[in-house]
């Protein structure tokens, strides 16, 4: 057996060799950090590094650097992350105000549940009516009020359109990115604002008469989704979601807080049933483990909570109403996940009734179209899922690439299922068995399709689409059989 003190020949250079290394190191890096402060330091070791830095005058210089740069890092972020100040919008809306004769039909939130119809669907001619730019960012895509079309962008401004010609007819400004559906009531226009990153930000209040901004409501997170307005018993409450800073009830004139819960992440719209709220939550960007998801249900005038359910994943989208059943979508954006959710509870007791998986997380706002739940992936693939038989009626992959966030729309009067991809133009397909019927894309002259996050609006004679790069369009669909019998 060979004895230790044998070793020592074979092990001593061998560990000499990295610490020669370090010792160099340290040295170099001793002489430069000894430069920033004017003093000459010759190749001496780590001796002479600790003696620079233990000296009084570096280390508090040190000190007050460290913390001049981080306090002006974290100092910029959050300036970067701040709305924009009232002052700024009051300014900009007395410049932009145009006064407006216009009755506007109130629009409280966006509608979800439809009857199918039997209207044919076999033989539509799809054409471009008119193209306009109102600049990039059109995240949560346009809504529909008396001939009039709302859409914001990334710079802060709301755009009001002709519906039939595309004119521009006057904008709105709020200086952070317009992220959100709009809220039509009582001919007052109101809107959230921001990213993720945005803190502080507002619900905003715009009087659609005079064109003018009158007031607004401030929380401490992000409000990028849609207010909800809900009406029970006489009393009319404006519902925001405010991310880490919880669900927020909102008196609509004064624009005053009623109540406040906070239940987690919440960045969903709010469903509003029979002087109930039910709401969602999700897991934090950055830590999948800080928040727990949730279902939930609250007292419309209290927010006094009546049930909470634990999710399987995030719920970033309002949910729906399916006969007694309040239905949740969920799935993960931030975090790496092959799932997807379709969660069902009792709508008067929170007790779970159906649990569906799907291949890829969901996303997107789901529709109802009779018994059955219309509802589309972050990878495209769109499913109509019935609640009696629990399973996908049918499914059609669009084979999409990255992920949208756009949803399918219901055309009662076409009887069709609408959804504009993120490369692949619109598809228009069978309710019935999920056929495709169509599939348009612009033409050069039209202008190029470009990816989209917001879902078709259906107004009327025309689809509004929205892409995220600016572009909105009306689409005008005809039966071309119907015509020639008219």
């Known amino acids: 057996m060979t004895t230790s003190t044998e070793l020592v020949p074979m092990i001593l250079p061998t560990v000499m060799i990295p610490f020669t290394l370090?010792?160099?190191?340290?040295?170099?890096?001793?002489t430069f950090i000894a430069g920033l402060f004017g003093i000459q330091?010759?190749?001496?070791?780590?001796?002479?590094?600790?003696?620079?830095?233990?000296?009084?005058?570096?280390?508090?210089?040190?000190?007050?650097?460290?913390?001049?740069?981080?306090?002006?890092?974290?100092?910029?972020?959050?300036?970067?992350?701040?709305?924009?100040?009232?002052?700024?919008?009051?300014?900009?809306s007395d410049e932009r105000a145009i006064p407006s004769?216009?009755?506007?039909?109130?629009?409280?939130?966006?509608?979800?549940?439809?009857?199918?119809?039997?209207?044919?669907?076999s033989s539509l001619k799809i054409s471009q009516k008119w193209r306009i730019d109102t600049g990039k960012g059109s995240f949560r895509g346009a809504v529909v009020s008396s001939n009039r079309i709302f859409t914001g962008n990334d710079l802060g401004i709301v755009s009001e359109l002709d519906l039939s010609s595309g004119k521009l007819i006057r904008t709105f400004y709020i200086g952070t990115p317009a992220t959100t559906e709009i809220t039509i009531w009582k001919n007052f226009m109101y809107l959230g604002e921001g990213v993720h990153d945005t803190h502080h930000a507002r619900i905003y209040q715009f009087d659609l008469t005079t064109g003018a901004y009158k007031?607004?409501?401030?929380?401490?997170?992000?409000?990028?989704?849609?207010?909800?307005?809900g009406s029970f018993e006489g009393r009319d409450i404006l519902f925001s979601a405010a991310g880490e800073d919880g669900f927020h009830a909102i008196d609509p004139m004064t624009m005053k807080e009623i109540w406040k819960v906070n239940l987690g992440h919440s960045d969903s719209g709010a469903l509003v049933h029979n002087g109930v709220v039910f709401?969602?939550?999700?897991?934090?960007?950055?830590?999948?483990?800080?928040?727990?998801s949730y279902a939930a249900a609250l007292d419309f005038k209290t927010g006094e909570l009546l049930w909470k359910r634990e999710?399987?994943?995030?719920?970033?989208?309002?949910?729906?109403?399916?006969?007694?059943?309040?239905?949740?979508?969920?799935?993960?954006?931030?975090?790496?996940?092959?799932?997807?959710?379709?969660?069902?509870?009792?709508?008067?007791?929170?007790a779970h009734t159906i649990a569906h998986n799907t291949v890829s997380p969901i996303a997107s706002t789901p529709k109802v179209l009779d018994n059955s739940i219309l509802y589309v992936s972050i990878r495209g693939v769109i499913c109509r899922f019935d609640l009696e038989e629990k399973t996908d009626l049918w499914c059609f992959d669009t084979k999409g690439r990255g992920y949208s966030?756009?949803?399918?729309?219901?055309?009662?009067?076409?009887?069709?299922?609408?959804?504009?991809?993120?490369?692949?133009?619109?598809y228009v397909l069978d309710p019935s068995t999920g056929e495709l019927l169509n599939q348009w894309t612009p033409s050069k002259d039209e202008g190029e399709w470009k990816s989209t996050y917001a879902d078709v609006a259906v107004a009327g004679d025309?689809?509004?689409?929205?892409?995220?790069?600016?572009?909105?369009?009306?689409?005008?669909?005809?039966?071309?059989?119907?015509?020639?019998?008219n």
């Open 279 to 292: 709401v969602g939550t999700g897991r934090e960007k950055g830590n999948d483990r800080k928040n727990k």
């Open 311 to 350: 999710l399987s994943a995030s719920s970033w989208m309002r949910p729906v109403i399916v006969g007694e059943n309040v239905c949740y979508i969920s799935g993960e954006i931030y975090f790496v996940s092959e799932r997807g959710h379709i969660t069902c509870m009792n709508k008067e007791t929170g």
């Open 215 to 229: 007031k607004s409501y401030q929380t401490l997170g992000h409000t990028e989704a849609q207010p909800v307005m």
């Open 405 to 426: 966030l756009a949803g399918a729309s219901y055309d009662p009067k076409r009887n069709v299922v609408l959804y504009p991809s993120k490369k692949n133009g619109l």
């Open 462 to 485: 025309y689809w509004i689409i929205s892409d995220n790069y600016g572009s909105v369009r009306a689409i005008n669909a005809t039966d071309p059989s119907q015509a020639l019998k």
């Open 101 to 121: 004769s216009t009755l506007y039909e109130d629009v409280p939130t966006v509608i979800t549940n439809f009857s199918s119809s039997n209207s044919s669907t």
């Open 22 to 30: 370090v010792s160099v190191g340290l040295s170099i890096f001793a």
């Open 41 to 92: 330091l010759k190749l001496e070791g780590p001796r002479k590094l600790l003696e620079v830095l233990l000296k009084p005058k570096v280390l508090l210089t040190a000190l007050a650097l460290n913390v001049l740069i981080l306090g002006g890092i974290q100092g910029w972020k959050w300036w970067i992350n701040y709305p924009k100040l009232i002052r700024t919008i009051e300014a900009q």
